[in-house]
């Protein structure tokens, strides 16, 4: 079934140490998002691609950053995670005239 | 006031009950969309409207564009419909707006 993948779906990290999170898709999508949600908050929109092109939210800190190699594949890297910074981040796409399709989400835990 | 918004916060019903949950929204959208998420869980599209009704399952959409608002029902409900339920309006380039949600219990 075409869907949208990320893994991990749990990911712990080491405060301060790097971590990647991915994200896949087999819709041939054009729009990817990363979304972080807080316990019991709505999903906030870090950035997002439209095609190559990337649109970053005035209120993303800097420590987050995004990769989209191809069609296919997005990145989320957290370069120094801190202790804020622990959440579900959501993945999803859309195209014109398509819903959305998100992710199952990874969870990350900062020790 | 934010700019979806969503009733009632809370719902707590008895299995088999209609369930109705409510968002109005006082931005100008492409389209609105219904989803729900599972605790701890990632988040599923239910709906994506932009006119009219829709239907899947159990599971009712419908909108009113002009008076800026959408309802989604349930019909027979089950505790596996516990959940919440999420309003958002798609802006722009499907850029989402979100509601505040609607925490769903179904009791047995």
């Known amino acids: 079934d075409a869907m949208v993948i990320q893994n991990p779906r749990y990911q712990v990290t080491q405060f301060g140490k790097p971590v990647t999170l991915s994200c896949s898709q087999t819709?041939?999508?054009?729009?990817m998002y990363w979304y972080q949600q807080k316990s019991s908050q709505a999903p906030k929109l870090l950035f997002h691609?439209?095609?190559?092109?990337?649109?970053n939210e005035a209120d993303t800190p800097d420590n987050f950053q995004s990769r989209r190699p191809n069609t296919s594949f997005c990145f989320l890297d957290i370069r120094s995670p801190g202790l804020g910074d622990a959440a579900m981040y959501l993945c999803?796409?859309?195209?014109?005239?398509?819903?959305?399709?998100f992710g199952s989400g990874t969870r990350l835990t900062v020790v | 006031k934010n700019e979806v918004e969503q009733s009632p916060q809370n719902l707590t019903a008895q299995e088999g009950e209609f369930i109705t949950i409510n968002c109005s929204y006082s931005v100008g959208i492409s389209a609105l969309h219904w989803l729900q998420q599972h605790p701890g869980g990632g988040i599923v599209s239910l709906f994506m409207?932009?006119?009219g009704k829709k239907k899947h399952g159990r599971l009712i959409a419908t909108i009113n564009i002009q008076e800026k608002h959408s309802s989604l029902h349930i019909t027979a409900s089950h505790p596996r419909d516990s959940a919440v339920y999420i309003c958002?309006?798609?802006?722009?380039?499907?850029?989402?707006?979100f509601g505040q949600g609607t925490r769903l219990t179904i009791n047995p």
């Open positions: 691609y439209y095609d190559k092109d990337f649109n």
């Open positions: 958002a309006a798609a802006q722009g380039a499907q850029k989402l707006v």
């Open positions: 409207l932009s006119s």
């Open positions: 999803a796409t859309s195209s014109t005239g398509y819903g959305y399709t």
């Open positions: 819709l041939n999508h054009n729009v």
